[in-house]
């Protein structure tokens, strides 16, 4: 569309390089922190311009925060949450929309409520699950009897048992067990026409080869959408990775968590000097990852979200 | 909505929602139920004997004035955070939408705040904003009063609802950058040959046609903002000074696991389940009528 | 009666598995500790694995006091806590009201230590002891508030000591102000230096039943002792601008305002001692002395803060074995020297001290001035008041406290109302404690 407007586009693009600067003084700040000696950064007055103490710093972090491994181990986690809920997501979605079977609202209903109550608030009991996953089945188990009669035909105790601490499975699947992406693609599948399904049928297809070759080639956008916003919702991940990963020496944590100790506070570290030219350099290695994958998934991520949303 | 055309097969119908089930069943309900009674028992941190005590643990949470607080704080928080990221993330994506030379680069640009790990985002506000250090040191050098989120509440709540905009900005931004481009061309060029001006065509035709993702983005960023503004309020000021950023999260966070009364959190979890049950309920109902209008 | 174990389906044992050193007890320590001090730790944990080949220990910090808490409550519940556990002060009493401990004697005893219970600086095992004087658990970490000063900022007003009272306080921060300092003291929001340690030195109750020694049933009683006068005249104070608050949210916390010289007097733990000296701005004298007492009442010992190390139950007899190992190696003169010379805490046995005082330790320069901790924790016997603080849901009752603070200094409620209310929501708290806990003994 061509049109002459040129205070407009004054207007915009005045708009946008203000939104541009906004976006960027605090990462800007953050880079400039990450520059200076500890000494500089506690002095109390603002730093604009970077120091020459980058490269230190930013090794101390990295040695201090072990953030190799720590890294590795948030793009396992993230790369597990995100496949796993797309998986997840794009079969269970499938199974709501294209089936009936008695109680199927029932477990809609169910699978979004799940939406209602963040980790933060049930994470002790969370916990527990984590330390033995199949805790749940025992107790029923238990409370119907089944452990006792077992017991009683075979002489065998059942004592169910699945540690999930310290090991990637323990990290990524609680983090699976919410309703976001289903919606996105029980949205998805609802915008596709009924012809589809159709014509699928026409040519044969039954239920798995409909969702693989029919379904799947179309959202692409949407697995694209909700896999970069699953990855960053995990690689965000705090609360979580530090309780679930108590061996820091074998296994390790993420990277948050261990940005998160890299910048102690006065009140609980028992009087460490928090120093945070190291802390603002492992601010900087930790948030590089995400923006990568944005700035190199941000194509199909914008258009995914075209008339489904979430 | 329903579909129309489905397979018959129960069984496999069945056999894809298991997995999420189970997981769901182990991950959501079990812990869930866990805290409910907890909700109605005087649990002890480290175990032992626990005694139920019916709805007492409710009545005291409606008997605190702090949690009444909180809840307001809260939804003072959502609504400010609601309107700040929505405006922004909404003046950007048409500002993008026009496809100026070079918006591209912008719209990259404008999506990495979203991007931003939020302990880090929120460190580097931190930074930003104290009172000694920051980008105000120097007015406060001249009047203490000016910049204190360290003594004055307002200041430290109006740090975290910046600190939350500046990344939920680009979540809206995204959203809304989608929602505009979706709208068919051909109806903006006809108007451009009604002869209606660009202002005219954003405020007649782009943001009526984009409504419904408006009202599913305000309740959204409603929802999430109870939920994720913990690393935020952790980071940045710990529920303070005196209460005054204590968000009902951040609240729960505190009162069960760092003052360990299990009880009083599990159920003030269970009142924070409903109030999102019944903010949850009206996102469904726009999520369901935005379907219709595709 | 044996468990058969039916199913097992393991699928992250082979992530945790022990590849090397297979005869080798290993077991896990916990602490909060981060930053230097918890590099201290590891190094102490290292020279106890290098002093012997029969068990390794495995440290991890939590990241924060707080957290290796909860951690650990989260990680026992699941019964796959650590064998030993650093936990703070305030969470003291809800672990020693649970079964979730082996007690410290016990374990000693049964692992055939013979250990000097008397030895320790009775302020300190005290604090940590129940009702009877047994310790449960070790003491670890303690320190003690001091009131630093500036010497240089001294000498420009004439004088060579600190104050040994808070009226002569008082005096040398009007002076400072006056000789053109903007910061005479310095003083973040928190309960411990102020209410708690005040309390402590004049024998001021903080709470019934003597601090909450003798029952659960205790009450806050702060807000009708000497405590409010000496507040007032803190407000008063920091009124007229001699104290000035600071915080890491505001920019400098304290210790780096008294470091920088931006602040000249402030009440901090002996802890910090170490991280100050390292900090200090190049050729800055400065020292530490006893808090001050008000003019005309008698000093008592002050509290000590810290925190302490506990056996978890639920553990083999080779992992306890351990345990008692490492307590017996960190109750060792050497490395209570080890851990003062690299933290600011102060050894927790009169040995100890005395070890480290023969070995002229304190007569150094980085050092000197640490041995006053244990004099202001030796400062009189323990008596009722001064022997500690058992009070349950402690941490919430701090943050009141703490919230009040904040809330009195920010000129929003008067020094009454605040503490009132804080007293009120904090004995709110200790009743639902109590309720939590109905049946259980004071042990």
Redesign the interface.
């Known amino acids: 569309?061509i049109?002459r407007?040129p205070l407009?586009?004054l207007a915009?693009?005045t708009?946008?390089i203000l939104?541009?600067f906004?976006?960027?003084?605090?990462?800007w700040?953050?880079f400039v922190?990450s520059t200076l000696t500890v000494r500089e950064i506690n002095?109390?007055?603002?730093h604009v311009w970077p120091g020459s103490h980058f490269f230190e710093n930013v090794q101390a972090a990295w040695a201090r925060g072990h953030l190799g491994g720590r890294l590795f181990n948030s793009l396992i986690m993230a790369l597990g949450v995100a496949t796993g809920k797309v998986v997840?997501?794009a079969?269970?979605a499938?199974?709501?929309?294209?089936?009936?079977?008695?109680g199927?609202m029932l477990?809609f209903w169910?699978?979004?409520?799940?939406?209602?109550?963040?980790l933060?608030?049930?994470?002790?009991?969370?916990y527990?699950?984590?330390a033995n996953?199949l805790?749940?089945f025992q107790s029923i188990l238990d409370v119907t009897g089944l452990t006792d009669l077992i017991q009683r035909f075979s002489g065998i105790q059942v004592a169910l048992e699945w540690n999930l601490l310290n090991s990637y499975t323990g990290l990524i699947?609680?983090l699976?067990?919410?309703a976001t992406g289903?919606?996105l693609y029980r949205?998805f599948?609802?915008?596709v026409p009924?012809e589809l399904?159709?014509a699928a049928?026409m040519d044969g297809a039954g239920?798995f080869r409909f969702l693989v070759e029919f379904l799947m080639p179309l959202s692409r956008a949407n697995m694209a959408a909700l896999f970069t916003i699953m990855f960053?919702y995990a690689?965000?991940q705090?609360?979580w990775p530090l309780l679930a990963t108590p061996d820091r020496a074998g296994f390790g944590t993420t990277a948050?968590v261990e940005?998160?100790l890299l910048?102690p506070?006065v009140?609980t570290n028992g009087g460490g000097t928090p120093d945070?030219n190291v802390?603002?350099a492992g601010?900087l290695i930790?948030?590089l990852p995400?923006?990568l994958?944005?700035?190199f998934m941000?194509r199909y991520?914008?258009?995914g979200?075209?008339?489904t949303?979430? | 909505?329903e579909?129309?055309?489905?397979?018959?097969?129960?069984s496999?119908?069945?056999?894809?929602?298991l997995?999420?089930?189970l997981?769901?069943?182990?991950?959501?309900?079990?812990?869930?139920?866990?805290?409910m009674y907890w909700a109605f028992t005087?649990?002890?941190?480290?175990?032992?004997?626990n005694?139920w005590?019916g709805f007492d643990n409710f009545r005291?949470v409606f008997a605190?004035r702090?949690y009444w607080g909180s809840i307001f704080r809260s939804l003072v928080f959502a609504a400010a955070t609601a309107t700040l990221s929505m405006g922004?993330g909404l003046?950007?994506a048409v500002?993008?939408d026009?496809g100026?030379k070079g918006?591209q680069a912008?719209?990259?640009?404008?999506?990495?705040?979203?991007?931003?790990?939020?302990?880090?985002?929120a460190?580097?506000?931190?930074?930003?904003f104290?009172?000694?250090?920051?980008?105000f040191?120097a007015l406060v050098k001249q009047n203490p009063a000016f910049w204190?989120?360290?003594?004055?509440g307002y200041h430290?709540m109006a740090m975290i609802i910046i600190c939350y905009s500046?990344k939920y900005a680009?979540y809206c931004f995204?959203?809304f950058?989608?929602?505009l481009?979706?709208i068919p061309?051909s109806v903006?060029?006809a108007s451009?040959l009604d002869g209606a001006?660009?202002?005219r065509r954003v405020f007649d035709i782009q943001l009526p046609l984009i409504t419904p993702?408006f009202f599913?983005m305000l309740v959204?960023s409603i929802?999430d903002s109870?939920?994720d503004s913990?690393?935020i309020v952790?980071?940045m000021?710990?529920g303070?000074?005196?209460?005054a950023t204590e968000l009902l999260?951040y609240k729960?966070?505190?009162?069960?696991?760092?003052?360990?009364?299990?009880?009083?959190?599990a159920a003030?979890?269970i009142v924070?389940?409903l109030i999102?049950?019944v903010l949850?309920f009206f996102q469904?109902r726009y999520?369901e009528r935005?379907?219709h209008y595709? | 009666m044996l468990k058969k174990i039916l199913m097992s389906a393991v699928l992250s044992a082979a992530l945790v598995s022990n590849v090397y050193a297979a005869d080798r007890v290993k077991f896990d320590f916990w602490h909060g500790l981060t930053g230097n001090l918890g590099e201290v730790v590891a190094e102490v944990c290292k020279r106890f694995n290098d002093s012997q080949s029969d068990y390794e220990i495995v440290c991890t910090s939590q990241g924060s006091y707080?957290n290796a808490?909860?951690n650990a409550?989260a990680a026992?519940?699941a019964k796959k806590g650590p064998t030993i556990v650093q936990i703070f002060d305030a969470?003291t009493l809800?672990?020693m009201?649970?079964?979730?401990y082996v007690p410290a004697r016990k374990l000693m005893e049964d692992n055939g230590y013979k250990i000097d219970w008397d030895d320790y600086v009775p302020a300190i095992a005290n604090y940590y002891a129940d009702s009877k004087g047994v310790l449960n658990s070790f003491p670890f970490n303690s320190s003690t508030a001091l009131l630093y000063w500036n010497k240089d900022a001294f000498a420009k007003i004439g004088k060579t000591e600190a104050p040994k009272t808070w009226e002569e306080t008082f005096d040398a921060l009007k002076a400072l102000k006056a000789a053109g300092y903007e910061c005479p003291m310095g003083w973040e929001?928190d309960t411990w230096q102020i209410m708690e340690q005040f309390s402590a030195i004049h024998a001021l109750p903080i709470a019934s039943q003597s601090n909450g020694y003798k029952g659960l049933n205790a009450e806050l009683q702060f807000n009708k002792t000497k405590f409010m006068d000496y507040l007032k005249l803190f407000k008063k104070g920091y009124d007229d601008g001699l104290i000035k608050?600071k915080?890491p949210?505001?920019?400098?916390d304290v210790d780096q305002a008294f470091a920088n010289g931006n602040c000249q007097m402030m009440m901090e733990s002996v802890a910090d001692h170490g991280s100050i000296g390292k900090t200090q701005k190049p050729g800055m004298n400065w020292d530490v002395a006893m808090l001050p007492v008000m003019a005309g009442m008698e000093r008592h010992n002050t509290f000590v803060g810290g925190a302490s190390l506990w056996a978890l139950q639920g553990k083999s007899a080779s992992e306890y074995k351990g345990a008692a190992a490492f307590f017996n190696f960190i109750a060792k003169p050497e490395s209570a020297l080890f851990w003062s010379t690299n933290t600011g805490y102060i050894p927790v046995t009169k040995s100890g001290f005395e070890f480290m005082k023969a070995q002229g330790f304190y007569d150094k320069a980085p050092y000197k001035g640490r041995e006053v901790a244990i004099a202001s924790l030796n400062a009189s016997p323990v008596t009722e008041y001064t022997r500690g603080i058992r009070l349950g849901?402690y941490?919430?009752v701090r943050?009141e406290i703490r919230?009040?603070f904040?809330?009195i200094?920010?000129n929003?409620v008067s020094v009454d109302e605040g503490m009132n209310a804080a007293v009120e929501?904090g004995n709110?708290?200790l009743r639902?404690f109590e309720?939590?806990?109905?049946?259980k003994v004071m042990p």
């Open positions: 569309m049109e407007t407009l586009n915009t693009y708009v946008m939104g541009a906004m976006v960027f003084v605090p990462l700040l953050v922190g002095i109390p007055e603002l997840m997501s079969l269970t499938f199974g709501l929309v294209y089936f009936r079977f008695p199927r477990v169910m699978i979004f409520i799940t939406l209602m109550l963040p933060e608030v049930r994470i002790v009991p969370t527990a699950v984590a996953a805790w749940p699947l609680p699976i067990a919410t289903t919606f949205q599948y609802l915008t009924d399904l159709e049928r239920p960053l690689w965000n705090y609360l948050v940005l998160k910048a506070t009140s945070w802390a603002m601010c930790v948030m995400p923006l994958l944005v700035a941000q991520f914008v258009r979200l075209i008339a949303e979430k | 909505m579909k129309r055309a489905t397979f018959s097969k129960t496999i119908g069945v056999m894809f929602i997995p999420q089930v997981l769901v069943f182990t991950f959501f309900y079990w812990p869930t139920g866990a805290a005087l649990e002890r941190p480290w175990g032992g004997g005694e005590v005291q605190d702090a922004f003046l950007l500002a993008c026009r100026l918006y912008f719209r990259t640009v404008f999506v990495w705040p979203y991007a931003v790990v939020a302990p880090a985002a460190l580097a506000f931190r930074f930003i104290a009172p000694e250090a920051g980008i040191a204190n989120p360290a003594q004055n430290a500046w680009a995204i959203f950058l989608a929602a481009q979706a061309r903006i060029e451009a001006g660009m202002l993702t599913f959204i929802t109870f939920q913990f690393g952790d980071v000021t710990d303070g000074p005196a209460k999260v729960i966070y505190f009162d069960g696991f760092r003052g360990l009364d299990y009880s009083g959190a003030q979890s924070l389940m999102m049950m949850t469904f999520i935005r379907v595709s | 707080p808490l909860q409550i026992y519940r969470g809800d672990l009201l649970s079964d979730a929001n608050i915080s949210e505001t920019g400098e849901g941490t919430q943050k919230d009040a904040t809330e200094f920010a929003k929501r709110i708290v639902k309720k939590t806990y109905a049946g």
